[in-house]
């Protein structure tokens, strides 16, 4: 006898070590390990999902004390041996629980669902419900099934023991299908003689058959194609000389024609980096290497040389960037160069899109992988290099459970895999360049444009002297330089900071700002639906005409965003064609890529946009990148604010003076002297790292110092807060005195849907204690959960709001 050890998917009553089930006989042969099984969980045995960790034969326990497992989820295993070992470390690394770790690394269609059903143990005598509840299937127990009141009654009978309630696991990761045929003959000749010689279709599919006699044949293709008849298939099928089968088909995102693209020359700087790359790459080494480029330096054709050479030599590539920066022009570059062997994995595709390129991956059939964050997990065989573009971008960070880094988990693959993985940025995160500083990662910098243009001039345009001349949106420098612009037929890229930020509304008379309900935090009006909405929980009203409080009908809006820019320059600039992009315009599917291409064929003058616009744009017709407001960010309450607002104005400022004509950049601002702006002016990263590390260093934050940020809530206050100062409390008497514990501190946006947040930052440089301290909040916070208090643990946070 078996057993196999299955990690099972109980919220609430989690542990990290598996449970004990006994495999049986009709399913010994099919079970494997990485495959999702179903099985009867606790006293009432409901049906849950599980993962099979471990098979074993049964040695020292009592098999009459196991139960068994119900039934198998999936035909193939759908982690592999990496993955399941992956998902022990990231469980340790990250404080989560082991299940949510398995669950990260699949397809969204794959994490179970689970639905109740109802069954009856004998016939009912209510006549209406006995016929709604089927004789021998399980009937979904929902509203769409029955009424309220048939579900009431059926709780009632389930009482009596006439039915029973149970729930089971649904199982969404359905894949297409398709018809093919598989040739059966092995005497081609002897066939060939029986058939007629005027039955020329018959021929022509045994002619067929002979030059794939081992291969599924898809019926459609094979009839549309290569001319096959029907009838013909039909008359072999019939004489068993043909089979016929199915085959799986892949959706394919991917509509686009491929434009066949060769390696281009390469830069003596770029050479130099892709040589030192290469050969770790041969020598299959572990390495990370750190590339520091400034903007236009040509790192993305640097990564897709290293890729040709891991093909080359028979491995795969996983290439990771920023959701963001997954623009279509990205995806092309990567598509064009190497063909349908690249899988795209991004938030615009479906769940089945998404399911089938996983699928892709997992079936060898896509060698080169491009995708953000949660395709660091693609189930890759023999990866030869791992790509993080764009590193110090913090959607690598992943803000719910298993909060873990995506470059952490790259390095870990890496290891695994024995290959390196090339880190790249104009703007290296601070940990980053410290590691490559120390030696710990190799450096290699890029100091010059591929097209020898130097990079943009900045100029910083002080806007506490232009409210009062131009009002608070566009400086008189800028709206002179877009004029020029416009004149010479150059395009003009336009940033505003942040989805319309901060266009609240608030009574002239009493001052009173009109808030969401639910969290603490104004409400940002949206002119497209007419409603002042949340940005945080989703809440939405319409605008009011009157203040809310004293009823005075004089209210204003304070603030810009997309919208109000867009119908500004409109009337200033009557002339121009612009194109606005943030969240509300790209919603839709495909509308990225339609404001982009409109862009990109010049059908328009000016591209404005959120942060969306600062990565991976390269257009060479852009002379010009305004910055409308430099400031939001600085004054946020997290050590990494003048970090990101550098990164972000370097970035953005990047996309100007591409290709032959030189760019200018203007960026408008209320804190001129700010360092991470004026360092901007200069595009000076190496002098910001080293300011920023002395100002680090001083404060005691990273990379100076590990931080962890335990945030507990609730929908009361006084819970909330109760529960972290028992958790400072434990904390004192468990870690090293030289930890430093700040908090706790109610979170800066206090509220958010009713819960109310208080966060504990523990501060670090070696600390034995804290690991296990942690694990033991982590393990009571179960039992907390079920009062209702929530703690997140949160190892190097990237966000503090
Ligand atoms: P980065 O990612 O460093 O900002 P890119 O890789 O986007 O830079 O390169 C900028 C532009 O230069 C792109 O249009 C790219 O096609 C082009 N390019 C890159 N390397 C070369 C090269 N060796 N020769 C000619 N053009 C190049
Ligand atoms: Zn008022
Ligand atoms: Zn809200």
Redesign the pocket.
């Given at each position: 006898m078996q057993i196999a050890n299955i990690i099972v998917d109980v919220p609430t009553m989690q542990t990290n070590s598996p449970y004990s089930y006994l495999v049986p006989k009709d399913l010994q042969s099919s079970l494997s390990k990485g495959m999702r099984v179903v099985v009867p969980f606790g006293k009432g045995n409901r049906k849950i999902e599980g993962f099979v960790v471990g098979i074993e034969p049964l040695t020292n326990q009592d098999p009459a004390k196991l139960k068994e497992i119900s039934s198998i989820m999936d035909f193939e295993p759908v982690l592999d041996e990496e993955l399941l070992d992956l998902s022990k470390w990231l469980a340790d690394k990250t404080y989560a629980f082991r299940i949510s770790c398995l669950l990260t690394m699949l397809p969204n269609v794959m994490k179970a669902k689970y639905a109740k059903a109802v069954k009856k143990n004998h016939p009912l005598t209510n006549q209406a419900l006995n016929q709604k509840v089927s004789d021998n299937l399980m009937t979904p127990f929902d509203d769409k099934h029955f009424t309220e009141k048939e579900l009431n009654q059926l709780i009632l009978m389930q009482k009596k023991g006439d039915v029973e309630i149970e729930y089971v696991v649904k199982n969404e990761a359905k894949s297409k299908v398709e018809l093919a045929i598989q040739n059966q003959i092995n005497d081609f000749s002897g066939v060939r003689k029986h058939l007629k010689t005027n039955a020329s279709a018959q021929h022509h599919l045994l002619d067929f058959l002979e030059k794939h006699p081992k291969k599924k044949l898809v019926q459609k293709k094979i009839i549309e194609k290569d001319g096959i008849s029907p009838s013909a298939i039909k008359a072999f099928f019939n004489k068993g000389w043909i089979n016929k089968t199915q085959v799986e088909k892949y959706r394919n995102p991917y509509k686009h024609k491929l434009v066949r693209d060769h390696p281009?020359?390469?830069?003596p700087e770029?050479e130099k980096a892709v040589l030192e790359i290469d050969q770790a790459i041969k020598k299959k080494k572990p390495e990370t290497f750190l590339i520091e480029?400034?903007?236009?330096?040509?790192?993305?054709?640097?990564?897709l040389q290293n890729i040709q050479t891991a093909l080359n030599d028979g491995r795969q590539a996983l290439m990771l960037v920023p959701e963001i920066a997954l623009t279509p022009q990205m995806v092309n570059?990567v598509k064009n160069r190497f063909g349908n062997q690249v899988a795209i994995i991004h938030s615009g595709l479906s769940n089945g899109e998404r399911y089938d390129e996983w699928r892709r991956i997992r079936d060898g059939n896509a060698k080169v992988v491009v995708g953000a964050r949660s395709a660091v997990f693609a189930p890759l065989q023999n990866i030869g290099i791992i790509i993080l573009?764009e590193e110090h971008d913090t959607s690598y960070k992943q803000d719910e459970n298993p909060r873990y880094h995506t470059r952490d988990v790259a390095i870990w693959r890496s290891k695994y895999h024995h290959c390196p993985v090339v880190l790249?940025s104009?703007t290296p995160s601070l940990e980053s360049r410290a590691r490559a500083g120390k030696g710990v990662y190799h450096f290699i910098r890029?100091t010059k444009?591929?097209?020898q243009q130097q990079l943009p001039e900045v100029e910083i345009v002080d806007m506490t002297k232009e409210v009062a001349k131009s009002g608070d949106i566009f400086s008189e420098e800028l709206l002179q330089a877009i004029n020029e612009k416009l004149t010479k037929h150059e395009q003009v890229v336009l940033m505003l900071n942040r989805r319309g930020f901060s266009s609240f509304m608030m009574c002239r008379d009493c001052g009173y700002v009109l808030m969401c309900p639910n969290c603490d935090i104004s409400l940002t009006m949206h002119l497209d639906s007419h409603t002042m909405k949340c940005h945080y929980c989703g809440f939405e009203e319409p605008i009011p005409n009157v203040c809310p409080k004293c009823h005075s009908h004089n209210i204003r809006y304070f603030g810009t965003g997309t919208e109000k820019v867009e119908q500004e320059l409109a009337k200033i600039l009557p002339q121009a064609r612009i194109l606005r992009m943030d969240v509300d315009t790209t919603k839709r599917k495909g509308a990225h890529e339609r404001i982009l291409n409109e862009f990109g064929e010049q059908k328009a003058d000016i591209l404005l946009g959120t942060q969306m616009i600062a990565k991976?744009l390269?257009f060479?017709n852009v002379t010009l990148v305004g910055v409308l407001n430099a400031d939001t960010g600085l004054d946020l309450p997290d050590f990494r604010a003048s970090e990101r607002t550098f990164d972000l104005l370097t970035q953005v400022a990047?996309r100007a003076g591409?290709?032959d004509k030189a760019g200018k950049v203007i960026i408008q601002t209320f804190n001129p002297e700010h360092y991470a702006i004026q360092l901007v002016k200069k595009q000076d990263y190496e002098t910001f790292y080293k300011k920023e590390m002395k100002l680090r260093h001083l404060a005691g934050y990273a990379p100076y110092y590990f931080t962890v940020k335990l945030t507990v809530s609730s929908t009361k206050e006084q819970q909330a807060a109760g529960k972290s100062y028992e958790i400072l409390k434990y904390l004192k008497t468990q870690l090293s005195h030289k930890t430093m514990i700040l908090g706790p501190t109610p979170r800066p946006i206090a509220r958010i849907k009713n819960r109310y947040y208080y966060q504990i930052i523990i501060k670090y440089k070696v600390d034995k204690k804290l690991s296990p301290a942690l694990k033991q909040i982590l393990q009571s916070s179960q039992q907390e959960a079920r009062k209702g208090l929530r703690i997140a643990i949160d190892s190097e946070p990237v966000n503090f709001m």
């Amino acid at each position: 006898m078996q057993i196999a050890n299955i990690i099972v998917d109980v919220p609430t009553m989690q542990t990290n070590s598996p449970y004990s089930y006994l495999v049986p006989k009709d399913l010994q042969s099919s079970l494997s390990k990485g495959m999702r099984v179903v099985v009867p969980f606790g006293k009432g045995n409901r049906k849950i999902e599980g993962f099979v960790v471990g098979i074993e034969p049964l040695t020292n326990q009592d098999p009459a004390k196991l139960k068994e497992i119900s039934s198998i989820m999936d035909f193939e295993p759908v982690l592999d041996e990496e993955l399941l070992d992956l998902s022990k470390w990231l469980a340790d690394k990250t404080y989560a629980f082991r299940i949510s770790c398995l669950l990260t690394m699949l397809p969204n269609v794959m994490k179970a669902k689970y639905a109740k059903a109802v069954k009856k143990n004998h016939p009912l005598t209510n006549q209406a419900l006995n016929q709604k509840v089927s004789d021998n299937l399980m009937t979904p127990f929902d509203d769409k099934h029955f009424t309220e009141k048939e579900l009431n009654q059926l709780i009632l009978m389930q009482k009596k023991g006439d039915v029973e309630i149970e729930y089971v696991v649904k199982n969404e990761a359905k894949s297409k299908v398709e018809l093919a045929i598989q040739n059966q003959i092995n005497d081609f000749s002897g066939v060939r003689k029986h058939l007629k010689t005027n039955a020329s279709a018959q021929h022509h599919l045994l002619d067929f058959l002979e030059k794939h006699p081992k291969k599924k044949l898809v019926q459609k293709k094979i009839i549309e194609k290569d001319g096959i008849s029907p009838s013909a298939i039909k008359a072999f099928f019939n004489k068993g000389w043909i089979n016929k089968t199915q085959v799986e088909k892949y959706r394919n995102p991917y509509k686009h024609k491929l434009v066949r693209d060769h390696p281009k020359r390469l830069t003596p700087e770029q050479e130099k980096a892709v040589l030192e790359i290469d050969q770790a790459i041969k020598k299959k080494k572990p390495e990370t290497f750190l590339i520091e480029g400034v903007t236009g330096s040509g790192k993305t054709e640097i990564y897709l040389q290293n890729i040709q050479t891991a093909l080359n030599d028979g491995r795969q590539a996983l290439m990771l960037v920023p959701e963001i920066a997954l623009t279509p022009q990205m995806v092309n570059r990567v598509k064009n160069r190497f063909g349908n062997q690249v899988a795209i994995i991004h938030s615009g595709l479906s769940n089945g899109e998404r399911y089938d390129e996983w699928r892709r991956i997992r079936d060898g059939n896509a060698k080169v992988v491009v995708g953000a964050r949660s395709a660091v997990f693609a189930p890759l065989q023999n990866i030869g290099i791992i790509i993080l573009d764009e590193e110090h971008d913090t959607s690598y960070k992943q803000d719910e459970n298993p909060r873990y880094h995506t470059r952490d988990v790259a390095i870990w693959r890496s290891k695994y895999h024995h290959c390196p993985v090339v880190l790249g940025s104009a703007t290296p995160s601070l940990e980053s360049r410290a590691r490559a500083g120390k030696g710990v990662y190799h450096f290699i910098r890029l100091t010059k444009r591929v097209n020898q243009q130097q990079l943009p001039e900045v100029e910083i345009v002080d806007m506490t002297k232009e409210v009062a001349k131009s009002g608070d949106i566009f400086s008189e420098e800028l709206l002179q330089a877009i004029n020029e612009k416009l004149t010479k037929h150059e395009q003009v890229v336009l940033m505003l900071n942040r989805r319309g930020f901060s266009s609240f509304m608030m009574c002239r008379d009493c001052g009173y700002v009109l808030m969401c309900p639910n969290c603490d935090i104004s409400l940002t009006m949206h002119l497209d639906s007419h409603t002042m909405k949340c940005h945080y929980c989703g809440f939405e009203e319409p605008i009011p005409n009157v203040c809310p409080k004293c009823h005075s009908h004089n209210i204003r809006y304070f603030g810009t965003g997309t919208e109000k820019v867009e119908q500004e320059l409109a009337k200033i600039l009557p002339q121009a064609r612009i194109l606005r992009m943030d969240v509300d315009t790209t919603k839709r599917k495909g509308a990225h890529e339609r404001i982009l291409n409109e862009f990109g064929e010049q059908k328009a003058d000016i591209l404005l946009g959120t942060q969306m616009i600062a990565k991976g744009l390269d257009f060479p017709n852009v002379t010009l990148v305004g910055v409308l407001n430099a400031d939001t960010g600085l004054d946020l309450p997290d050590f990494r604010a003048s970090e990101r607002t550098f990164d972000l104005l370097t970035q953005v400022a990047g996309r100007a003076g591409r290709a032959d004509k030189a760019g200018k950049v203007i960026i408008q601002t209320f804190n001129p002297e700010h360092y991470a702006i004026q360092l901007v002016k200069k595009q000076d990263y190496e002098t910001f790292y080293k300011k920023e590390m002395k100002l680090r260093h001083l404060a005691g934050y990273a990379p100076y110092y590990f931080t962890v940020k335990l945030t507990v809530s609730s929908t009361k206050e006084q819970q909330a807060a109760g529960k972290s100062y028992e958790i400072l409390k434990y904390l004192k008497t468990q870690l090293s005195h030289k930890t430093m514990i700040l908090g706790p501190t109610p979170r800066p946006i206090a509220r958010i849907k009713n819960r109310y947040y208080y966060q504990i930052i523990i501060k670090y440089k070696v600390d034995k204690k804290l690991s296990p301290a942690l694990k033991q909040i982590l393990q009571s916070s179960q039992q907390e959960a079920r009062k209702g208090l929530r703690i997140a643990i949160d190892s190097e946070p990237v966000n503090f709001m």
